[in-house]
């Protein structure tokens, strides 16, 4: 049954469920694992205009600490 039905796609997954408090861990983590995938779980990137109003606030320490450069000026 689990090589007819399987898929690439929509994959089948055994989960022990010998205690019911270890079935549901281990499939919070196998949907958690799977809708993962692909998906860039970082901040976006600031826009340009958010790091500008930013340098004009904050000093030079500050934007280093948040690992932001001023803008015009590279990065050491």
């Known amino acids: 049954m689990f090589a007819r039905t ?3 796609d929509v994959p089948w997954h055994v989960v022990p469920a010998e205690y019911k408090w ?3 861990v281990a499939v919070a983590k196998t949907v958690v694992k799977a809708l993962g995938k692909g998906i ?3 901040p ?10 930013a340098a004009e606030i904050l ?3 500050e934007m280093a ?3 932001l450069t001023e803008p015009g000026r ?3």
Do not use: N
């Open 59 to 61: 000093g030079r320490k």
């Open 6 to 8: 399987s898929t690439a």
């Open 40 to 42: 860039t779980l970082g």
């Open 65 to 67: 600490a948040l690992g």
């Open 44 to 53: 976006p990137p600031l826009a340009p205009e958010v790091v500008k109003a």
């Open 22 to 24: 270890f079935a549901r």
């Open 74 to 76: 590279a990065k050491d």
